[in-house]
């Protein structure tokens, strides 16, 4: 049985920074595409970032660009989304997802299958 299971989200004040975390179960990362959604009250869910892992190709939205990073340890069967210099604007809830790589598109939401339960992120002073 597939399971993602994430961690690490909370309260942080502007410029902070936090680690999320997803541990995976059911099957061994170094194949699959993983990636970091979130979703703000109101708002679609949007990418974040995403890895397909046979190539190692990489997607990370614009409006994190140069301060989140997305990171795997297969050893650990776990991957990770290293968040600095948050903003308030980064508020949301956090979903980790997993599928089968494509090779037409990377960081598409409807094509991940397999979902962590959230984690809140909340940036405030």
């Known amino acids: 049985q597939v399971q993602l299971v994430e961690s690490g989200g909370g309260l942080v004040q502007p410029g902070g920074s936090l680690r999320l975390s997803c541990a995976v179960s059911?099957?061994?990362?170094?194949?699959?595409?993983i990636g970091w959604f979130r979703q703000a009250p109101g708002k679609e869910r949007e990418a974040v970032s995403c890895?397909?892992?046979?190539?190692?190709?990489?997607y990370l939205a614009d409006s994190v660009k140069g301060r989140f990073t997305i990171s795997s340890d297969n050893a650990k069967n776990t991957f990770y989304l290293q968040m600095n210099s948050l903003k308030p604007e980064d508020t949301a809830v956090y979903y980790c997802?997993?599928?089968?790589?494509?090779?037409?598109?990377?960081?598409?939401?409807?094509?991940?299958?397999?979902w962590g339960q959230g984690t809140q992120v909340t940036v405030s002073s």
């Open positions: 997802a997993a599928d089968l790589p494509r090779y037409d598109r990377l960081c598409y939401h409807p094509d991940f299958g397999a």
């Open positions: 059911g099957f061994r990362l170094g194949y699959h595409s």
């Open positions: 890895i397909r892992s046979v190539d190692d190709r990489t």
